[in-house]
């Protein structure tokens, strides 16, 4: 018989996102939003005034056929031979907010019952509404390295490959990821920020900081990528066809 795992308690991490471009041309920006910790399985409970500000919905990850987020983590999970029989899941990402929701990166960290780490999944969504997930075998560090598989910026084309520093948050969250091209580091991402209580109050406070978050953080995208092409000339590179990946899609 399986023990019960403990439920996550969930968190807020109000953080910076940087992006530092090498190349072709150099070019960095960074905002500032936030994001929630929570178990899939126990999403937060909010009251009914909260709600508008932060959802959790099985439409918005994986395949979106499920009736849960953990249901469709065990579906993609389960495509790639992995059963976590009931042990913990983490998962980092932003809620919807006013029914909008846009995480260019989710991620699950994935734990067997007796607490070791299974795995973890790196969900990414680009601005043409497409979706890949990642499975990564971390270090102790969290560290992985994985090709790349998936269209995202439209100046970079689908070549490289990724080194993924994603330890599981405690009181910090320290986030990076690299893309490596031929010649060398082409892009960082990085993500920083402290733990908060989910508390109602740290809430509303996250929100009027920063309102809308999610429509805020599509926008800001775009925004740079307009800047990128028009005022630096990058050309866009072609976007090929997203291959079905199963449990995803």
């Not at 969504?125 to 390295?145: I, P, Q, V």
Request: aromatic content about 10%; hydrophobic content about 40%.
């Amino acid at each position: 018989m399986t023990t019960p795992t403990a439920p996550v308690a969930p968190a807020l991490y109000p953080c910076t996102v940087a992006h530092v471009r090498v190349s072709p041309k150099r070019y960095a920006f960074h905002l500032r939003t936030y994001l929630w910790l929570i178990d899939p399985d126990r999403p937060p409970e909010l009251p009914w005034w909260l709600r508008p500000l932060a959802g959790f919905d099985a439409r918005d990850h994986f395949g979106g056929s499920r009736a849960t987020v953990r249901e469709g983590l065990d579906a993609f999970l389960a495509a790639n031979g992995i059963d976590l029989a009931g042990g913990k899941v983490v998962m980092l990402a932003h809620a919807r907010v006013f029914g909008h929701v846009f995480n260019p990166l989710t991620l699950y960290w994935c734990h067997y019952p007796d607490g070791s780490t299974a795995c973890v999944v790196a969900e990414v969504h680009n601005t043409y509404g497409e979706r890949h997930c990642y499975l990564l075998d971390t270090d102790e560090s969290g560290r992985a390295t994985v090709s790349k598989d998936f269209y995202v910026s439209p100046f970079f084309p689908v070549d490289g490959g990724y080194t993924m520093l994603l330890p599981e948050p405690a009181g910090r969250l320290s986030l990076t990821v690299h893309l490596d091209r031929e010649g060398g580091r082409a892009f960082t991402a990085t993500v920083r920020g402290e733990r908060r209580p989910a508390t109602r109050r740290a809430l509303v406070g996250a929100a009027v900081r920063h309102p809308w978050s999610t429509a805020a953080v599509s926008v800001g995208i775009r925004v740079h990528g307009i800047a990128l092409w028009v005022l630096r000339g990058l050309p866009v590179q072609p976007r090929p066809r997203h291959s079905h990946q199963e449990g995803v899609e």
